[in-house]
């Protein structure tokens, strides 16, 4: 490649970034008016943790998944417990509108994500200051890795936030084998973090998001008004964007070391998982931490897939139930 060439493609790679750029904070901006915060926020260390409260009666926290943030569980199923339960849902560091785990580098090339045990150490932080006793941790996918993380994190530090009870709705548990998908590989690298994300997040088109959720749900559909009301853009936003992937990517190790303490548990634990589940395998993981921990009982959703929050609600709000009974909250 001649020199003027080169410096052609430079200039065109430069112009495209500004373009993308601008065009990100557009996105950025429409997502924030159209899906604001929906409820109340602390301070810890300086950050943010935003959450949404409702309720009476014994205390559940509910962690959302990757990608996600707490409109998950305020689409339906906080209404449903909020009868019985004082229910509170957080944004996960970095995602909706709480802030990354404090010294988490956030400029476009770094690889480094909010690892669990340090997002759950900032919400059990948030948690003290809500005054959240003995709460039963219900997570979805990622959360749940969040919700064990909570839980191993009690074996060492007494707390009143110490979680009685653990539920976990298709949530990760355990190592798998083999490599991630692209998405998380690429955009997670130090060059996706300052080409591809800002790329993706100026251009993709809401067809691709809404295609993306439907295939989440699979074999299920994604309810009437989900994928309206969940606020995708917020996670299309290049900083949340870039703490996701690079959670996810970076998350292998701190799942490993953290399996090593499961034994340890001995806390009621409930466990809901689709077998058609292609994102979060139950063999891989909801199969495999029953063999190690006498304490957790899974209940198999047959034919479901990811999302048993919104498809099978019944089954999880029954999870819960058992929890709180088997931690004699009722």
Same mark, same amino acid.
């Given at each position: ?18 373009? &993308? ?21 602390? &301070?810890? @260390?300086?950050?943010?943790? !935003?959450?949404?409260?409702? +309720?009476? +009666? ?6 959302? +998944?990757?990608?996600? @943030? ?7 199923? /906080? ?97 798998? =084998? ?19 994300? =800002? /790329? ?9 998001? @809404? ?21 995708? +853009? ?19 190790? !701190? ?41 957790? @009982? ?8 990811? /999302? ?23």
């Amino acid at each position: 490649m001649g020199r003027k060439t080169l410096k052609l493609a430079t200039m065109a790679l430069g112009f495209g970034a500004v373009l &993308s750029g601008c065009s990100s904070q557009s996105r950025t901006t429409k997502a924030e008016q159209t899906h604001p915060p929906l409820g109340d926020f602390v &301070s810890i @260390n300086g950050k943010r943790v !935003h959450y949404v409260q409702s +309720g009476k +009666g014994p205390h559940v926290v509910l962690l959302h +998944g990757a990608g996600g @943030n707490l409109r998950e569980f305020t689409f339906s199923l /906080m209404d449903q417990l909020a009868t019985r339960y004082t229910v509170t849902a957080f944004d996960r560091p970095g995602l909706g509108y709480t802030d990354q785990v404090p010294g988490v580098p956030r400029h476009a090339t770094a690889t480094v994500g909010d690892s669990p045990q340090d997002q759950a150490r900032m919400i059990r932080a948030a948690a003290e200051v809500l005054e959240i006793n003995a709460p039963i941790v219900a997570g979805h996918s990622y959360g749940g890795i969040v919700s064990y993380a909570w839980a191993v994190e009690g074996l060492d530090t007494p707390s009143a936030v110490n979680a009685s009870g653990i539920v976990s709705m298709a949530g990760v548990t355990m190592p798998w =084998p083999g490599k991630l998908a692209p998405y998380y590989t690429v955009n997670g690298s130090a060059l996706g973090g300052a080409f591809t994300v =800002p /790329m993706i997040s100026a251009l993709v088109p809401r067809g691709v998001v @809404n295609s993306r959720i439907e295939s989440t749900f699979a074999p299920q559909p994604a309810p009437t008004g989900y994928a309206e009301y969940i606020g995708a +853009g917020l996670t299309l936003r290049p900083d949340s964007f870039r703490a996701n992937v690079r959670q996810v990517n970076t998350l292998r190790p !701190h799942v490993v070391t953290l399996s090593q303490r499961y034994p340890e548990l001995t806390l009621p634990i409930e466990i809901v998982h689709g077998t058609a589940d292609t994102t979060v395998p139950i063999h891989i993981h909801a199969e495999e931490i029953i063999k190690i921990v006498p304490s957790a @009982n899974l209940t198999r959703l047959d034919g479901i897939g990811h /999302m048993p929050q919104q498809t099978n609600p019944d089954a999880v709000i029954a999870a819960i139930d058992r929890a709180a009974a088997r931690a004699g909250l009722h």
